[in-house]
C-alpha cells in the first residue's frame, strides 16, 4: 500500500537505528549534549535545478543531498553527528526509486558516522530533499572571517571537474572520472578537521573559486591575489576548459583556506601525512580586490562563478 507512512517505513530502513534518547517516529529528535560548540547547516538538491532523474540515480541524488551538507560541516571544521531530511515526492514516485534514494544517502551517512534522526514526507510536483545536518567543534569554528594580509590560500583536490561533468552529460556522456564528480561529490570532512588545526578561515567551493574566494574576502576584510599557474586541475579539464573552468565551475565541493605564514610548513606536513591533496593557490592582500595573475604575469580582474538565478539547470 502506497502513502506517506508506507513511503517514511521503506526511507528508514536503510539507515541504522540512531544512538540518540529519541530519533526518528515523535514530533521532535531528542539528541545528546553536545561535547563542544554545535554547528548547524542546511541545504537543499531539486530536481531539474541541480539534477534531473534522467541522468542522475536515485543513490546519486541520495549522496548529494547528504553530501553538500556535510561539505558545510567540513568547512567550519565540524565533525558530522545528525541531521534530519524533508523529502519531497510527486505522487507517482516509485517506492522502489524511494529505496534506491535512501540507500545511496545511507551509504553516505555510514561512512562518516553520522546518524538521520528525523524528517518529513510531502507531496510536490518536482522530487527534492531537504536536509539539515548538525557538527560537533572540538576547535573554534573555521569562519569566512579570519583571514588576515599575506596569509596563503590553499584549495583541496582539483578544480573544474564538476563543471566538466556537466557539460559531458549534456553532451549525453555517461559515465567518467568527471561525470562521477559531479553526480557524487566527496566532502572533505577529514581535511576540515585537519585544517582546524592551522588555518585562519575556510570555507567549502560549492560556487566556484572565483565567487567563493570573493565571500571570503569581504567577510574578513581583505583582497586577494591567485597564480592561475598554480590552479590544480586534471588534464581533462586544462584540456577542456582551461583556467576558466577551474575558477568558474560550482560544485567542486573542496574547501578553501587561508593558513599564517607560520603554520604553513607544518599544516603541509599533516596534509602529507594524511594524504590530502591541497595546493597553494595565492595569498591575501590589504588592497581590498582580488585579481588573477596569469602565466605572463599579467593581473586581470575574476570572472563570475555560479549563481542559482543567473544559470539554466545544470542538465538538459
Not at 538538491?45 to 558545510?72: M, Q
Not at 567518467?176 to 559531479?182: D, E, K, L, M, S
Not at 561529490?185 to 567549502?204: E, I, K, Y
Request: proline share 7%; hydrophobic share 40%.
Amino acid at each position: 500500500m502506497r502513502g506517506e507512512f508506507s513511503f517514511i517505513e521503506r526511507f528508514l530502513s536503510a539507515f541504522p537505528r540512531a544512538r540518540v534518547p529519541l530519533g526518528p517516529g515523535d514530533d521532535c529528535a531528542v539528541l545528546p549534549p553536545s561535547r563542544g560548540q554545535t554547528c548547524v547547516t542546511t541545504d537543499a538538491v531539486v530536481e531539474d535545478v541541480h539534477f534531473t532523474r534522467a541522468h542522475f540515480s536515485p543513490e546519486d541524488i541520495g549522496h548529494k543531498a547528504l553530501a553538500v551538507n556535510l561539505s558545510d560541516l567540513a568547512a567550519m571544521g565540524a565533525t558530522p553527528r545528525w541531521f534530519v531530511c524533508a523529502v519531497a515526492l510527486p505522487r507517482d514516485f516509485p517506492g522502489r526509486e524511494l529505496s534506491r534514494l535512501a540507500r545511496g544517502m545511507a551509504a553516505l551517512a555510514r561512512e562518516h558516522r553520522v546518524a538521520l534522526v528525523g524528517g518529513n514526507f510531502t507531496s510536490a510536483r518536482e522530487l527534492s530533499l531537504t536536509i539539515t545536518a548538525a557538527g560537533e567543534l572540538k576547535r573554534p569554528a573555521l569562519t569566512r572571517g579570519g583571514g588576515r594580509p599575506g596569509h596563503l590560500l590553499y584549495v583541496s583536490g582539483t578544480l573544474g571537474e564538476a563543471r566538466l561533468g556537466l557539460n559531458l552529460l549534456r553532451e549525453g556522456r555517461r559515465r567518467g572520472a568527471a561525470i562521477q564528480r559531479q553526480r557524487r561529490p566527496q566532502p572533505r570532512v577529514a581535511l576540515g578537521l585537519l585544517a582546524s588545526r592551522f588555518a585562519s578561515a575556510g570555507m567549502d567551493l560549492s560556487d566556484g573559486l572565483a565567487q567563493d574566494l570573493g565571500h571570503l574576502c569581504e567577510a574578513s576584510g581583505v583582497g586577494a591575489e591567485v597564480e592561475l599557474s598554480h590552479l590544480p586541475m586534471s588534464s581533462a579539464v586544462r584540456q577542456a576548459l582551461g583556467w576558466e573552468g577551474a575558477l568558474e565551475g560550482g560544485e567542486d565541493y573542496e574547501l578553501l583556506l587561508a593558513v599564517p605564514p607560520e603554520q604553513v610548513a607544518a599544516f603541509e606536513r599533516a596534509c602529507a601525512r594524511a594524504g590530502e591533496r591541497v595546493t597553494a593557490v595565492g595569498l591575501l592582500t590589504r588592497a581590498r580586490r582580488r585579481v588573477l595573475r596569469d602565466p605572463q604575469g599579467r593581473l586581470i580582474p575574476p570572472p563570475p562563478g555560479f549563481d542559482h538565478f543567473r544559470v539554466r539547470p545544470p542538465v538538459d
